[in-house]
């Protein structure tokens, strides 16, 4: 016998009987519950998604009160630990990992597809001279879309792998040009010889014609935190991508609006507010004292806690380890030891274990972006990038699910009833 959820609706005295599938009841099911013919029937009320699921997804699985997260069924801890950020990439767009083979050839065409159309570059270059890197990796995504009028045919499988291969590779492109603008610097073209993360590096920070390589540590660093970033289930920026492709938008206008999203301090821009935080400490015997004031209101504990995760983000926990790696090679990040006192304090002190307060993925992040001598400007985009893969993963999913439609949700009105138009004259 099928799992069903009993309803008994007190303002008729009639009673249901709902499917429950997964764990989930369908909200359309509801519509059936209804006090008379010209009633549209039970809704539910969700405001900012807070219990509704909108979607099956075999991408990525978040289980927030154990700390775990997995790719297509992989702990995050193994890949981040054996594998390449263009391998994740595969495993989220492919649904399994790459053979050496597989992984050769798509290596090879995302290095083939690194180069941007110059006009690409001249319309970068008609940026003001302080333009925000997010806000022209966003605009020049969306304008790239006037460069593939190919794209547009997102129902043709073949087509939709050449747009997905060309996006992956042009996005550290775009972004490393985004920076070279601001800091008013030539733009370095891609490196093919060179890895990805490495390839990146060289584009951000190549100064004259000499060979620029990348110190090994540090190309691993950001190949890490790129693979912690891939991906993280139906977050915003994910929602608003899925959300605009159900239009069946090209993936460019479709990825600019998820980027877009990404913008917002709340979502791209958290550790940036860490870093702020940590420099507004100042020193570690500050710490006590910003505690209380934390305690009683006054001020926010940033980098600490998560919408899905109440237990130890597992990202955090790489990525902590990778900060002492990178300190290793650039020197010891004096915020550092204030982080760790932080930390010290939030995990031991009931008011914050109380409330399942612990570090997440920005809390540490924005120290090594920091100490790569990334500015806090670039932040948002370098969580762009690598979140392009499964963006594109997603986006890809849900056009083949025959389940999907025009995202549309529903609205409770609450606005005026109908009025009579009053002419200009007459109104008071």
């Known amino acids: 016998m099928p799992d069903?959820?009993?309803?008994?609706?007190?303002?008729?005295?009639k009673t249901y009987e709902i499917p429950i599938v997964d764990g989930t009841i369908r909200s359309t099911d509801l519509k059936q519950i209804k006090t008379g013919a010209d009633d549209f029937g039970l809704m539910a009320y969700d405001p900012a998604f807070l219990n509704t699921a909108s979607t099956r997804s075999a991408i990525t699985d978040i289980d927030g009160d154990k700390g775990i997260l997995r790719y297509r069924g992989y702990p995050i801890e193994q890949l981040a630990e054996h594998s390449t950020y263009l391998e994740v990439a595969y495993l989220?767009?492919?649904?399994d990992l790459p053979n050496e083979s597989q992984l050769q050839e798509w290596e090879t065409s995302i290095s083939q597809h690194t180069v941007v159309h110059e006009n690409v570059k001249?319309?970068?270059?008609?940026?003001?001279?302080?333009?925000?890197?997010?806000?022209?990796?966003?605009?020049?995504?969306?304008?790239?879309?006037?460069?593939?009028?190919?794209?547009?045919?997102?129902?043709?499988?073949?087509?939709?792998m050449k747009q997905i291969h060309r996006l992956i590779?042009?996005?550290?492109?775009?972004?490393?040009?985004?920076?070279r603008h601001c800091q008013g610097r030539p733009y370095n073209y891609p490196h093919n010889r060179l890895g990805y993360t490495a390839n990146f590096l060289a584009m951000m920070f190549k100064m004259t014609d000499n060979p620029y390589e990348p110190h090994q540590v540090l190309a691993r660093a950001l190949d890490i935190l790129f693979i912690l970033h891939a991906d993280h289930e139906q977050n915003c920026s994910t929602n608003a991508m899925r959300a605009i492709g159900s239009s069946e938008a090209d993936p460019y206008s479709a990825l600019a609006g998820a980027a877009a999203a990404l913008y917002g301090p709340l979502h791209g821009g958290a550790n940036e507010a860490v870093l702020n935080m940590l420099q507004e400490i100042g020193h570690v015997k500050n710490v006590p004292?910003?505690?209380?004031?934390?305690?009683?209101?006054?001020r926010k504990l940033m980098g600490f806690g998560h919408r899905i995760y109440k237990n130890y983000d597992p990202r955090a926990k790489i990525i902590k380890?990778?900060?002492?790696?990178?300190?290793?090679?650039?020197?010891?990040?004096?915020?550092?030891?204030?982080?760790?006192?932080?930390?010290?304090?939030?995990?031991?002190?009931?008011y914050f274990v109380k409330r399942k307060l612990y570090?997440?993925?920005?809390?540490?992040?924005?120290?090594?972006?920091?100490?790569?001598?990334l500015p806090m400007s670039i932040f948002p985009v370098l969580f762009a990038i690598p979140r392009a893969a499964g963006w594109l993963a997603q986006w890809s999913e849900m056009l083949q699910d025959s389940e999907q439609k025009i995202a549309r949700p529903r609205q409770i009105y609450t606005g005026s009833d109908v009025r009579d138009y009053v002419p200009l004259g007459k109104r008071k």
Do not use: W
């Not at 590779?169 to 972004?175: D, H, Y």
């Open 92 to 95: 989220l767009l492919h649904g």
């Open 359 to 373: 570090p997440n993925v920005d809390f540490y992040s924005g120290l090594i972006y920091e100490a790569m001598g």
């Open 4 to 13: 069903t959820l009993t309803i008994q609706d007190n303002r008729t005295g």
């Open 321 to 350: 380890r990778t900060a002492d790696e990178v300190f290793a090679v650039t020197g010891r990040n004096p915020l550092l030891d204030i982080a760790i006192e932080l930390e010290k304090i939030a995990l031991n002190e009931e």
């Open 169 to 179: 590779a042009k996005a550290p492109t775009i972004a490393a040009f985004s920076y």
């Open 289 to 298: 004292g910003f505690i209380e004031e934390v305690k009683a209101g006054k």
């Open 122 to 160: 001249q319309l970068m270059e008609g940026f003001r001279y302080d333009a925000h890197p997010m806000g022209m990796f966003i605009s020049t995504v969306a304008a790239m879309s006037t460069f593939y009028p190919d794209a547009k045919n997102v129902r043709d499988p073949e087509c939709r």
